[in-house]
């Protein structure tokens, strides 16, 4: 369960978000909206403690995040898996190659790895993919890879920021219901978005941010227009702030 | 921790592989400050040598005794003089030996002295100090005896000695630290450089989970190695360097200063472990320093 209580963030005098309050349980899938600049990205870096926040407390697991001394942040990330719309690849490794290294990082030995590996391809339907390098791929295998990087050490979170932002709206759709079966085997799953599509053809949770408040929280929701802005271009994600 | 290191290592390497032009720019600029390094060590070593070798020859204090003064006067004298602390050797110097050294040194132009018609020169008792530091307490519990007219020791030229080699020392020490801290600089740039290029890859990283010393073994490692072949090759260098002035000068310098260079062996097996350890730990804080901001979470 995740709980946010009171988390304010401020980039100086700006407001990424405000006296925020939540509760996420285990096994939910939540679609995070809002115009840009809202407050999405920040939200989900406070959960990886990317950043930290100035006020408030995060509850997970237990322990409150906020709070963490900076040598069990790494343990903490490893129990998520993140996927951001320019998380990209890394060019010179193969599909292989880009999934074992999330698996090196935490030590996992070799010959666990091919095993896990060809599973987690399967899921994404890119079976038989290991040994092509990321150029190879389209644009939305690509980012099947990355599901797959996110979820082969098998995170109880699973957090996508704008995972579809770069897709034609078929592949963004490939992508949800990759999304949606990994959610489906119990892994809670935080989704930033701004397709309309997407979240309405879903019956899922949606909560809307808007200058940094909550502004919507509802169980089984729809996009609302109020949700995008007219800039719809000016997505970014984690590297682009 | 064993396929970890493996990991690190194949990446250092590949690293160094993919970055070839910065990292011989590097190695080439550590090579070069370890050489003036090198240099500047074997002069303190020899400056210190020489220093000490000069040193033994003015820690004599030398008492000139009254005329009326006999033989076995002089040796009660001396007896009291073997008594004191810190007096390693007295010894007698009779006035005509004093004339024979004389003329030794004067060479050429001892025929001048030939020309005195009376030895001028007093008897002396000549007194070796254990500790040139402590001489001055010999010289003033003796320069009041009886039968001692007047006394003589270096005192100035030894203090000026002393003066001179602590300011060379300072002053190259002050300079090797110097040219330390360049070699970090020079080092962390490099680094810096394929901590950019690899920023994404650092980056995914660290937010999957790797840990601040996952993610800087590669980057140490190739700082590391960048050192330790710096070493090797100016440590080479240095060796030949000082193995052809020793061969083609060593004589020439022993019959200016007195004292020969030191020994090769010595010095170089020195100079390795210097080098080595300085190579690694240039490399080390060179990578150290150039991913502290890449990796403050
Ligand atoms: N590193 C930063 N420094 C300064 N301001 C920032 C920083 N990151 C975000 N902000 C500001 O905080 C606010 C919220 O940003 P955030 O990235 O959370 O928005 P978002 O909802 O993810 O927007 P988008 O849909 O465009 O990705 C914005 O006004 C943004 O300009
Ligand atoms: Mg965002």
Known sequence: MIEYKNVTKLYGDKVGIKDVSIQI???????????SGAGKSTFVKLLLRIINADAGTILYNGYDVTDLDNVHIPKHRRSMGIIFQDFSLLPKKTVYENIAFAMEIIQKPHRMMKEQITRVLELVGLTGEEKKYPHELSIGEQQRVAIAR????????????EPTGNLDPVTGWEIMKILDKINKRGTTVIMVTHSQEIVNAMDNRVVAIEDGLIVRDEERGNYRPEDDSNDNNAEGGIFSL | MNTRLILAFRQAFSQIRRNLAMSFASLFSITAIMIVLGVFFILIVNVNNIAESVKQDFDTIQLYLDADVTEEQAEDLMDDIKGMDNVETVTYLDKNDAMERWKKKWGDNANLLDRLKTNPLPNSIIIQVLRLEDANSVYNATKDMTGVEDVSYYQDTVEKLVTITDAIQVGAIVIIVFMIIISIVVVSNTIKLTVIARGKEIMIMKYIGATNWFVRAPFL??????GIVSALISGGLITYLYDFIVKNYGVDIALLVSTGLVPEMFLVKNLFIIFIALGTSIGACGSVISMRRFLDN
């Open chain 1, 25 to 35: 349980d285990d096994g939910e899938f939540v679609f995070l909206v809002g115009p």
């Open chain 1, 150 to 161: 996110a979820i082969v050490n098998n995170p109880s979170i699973l957090i996508a920021d």
């Open chain 2, 221 to 226: 490692l190739e700082g590391v190695l960048i």
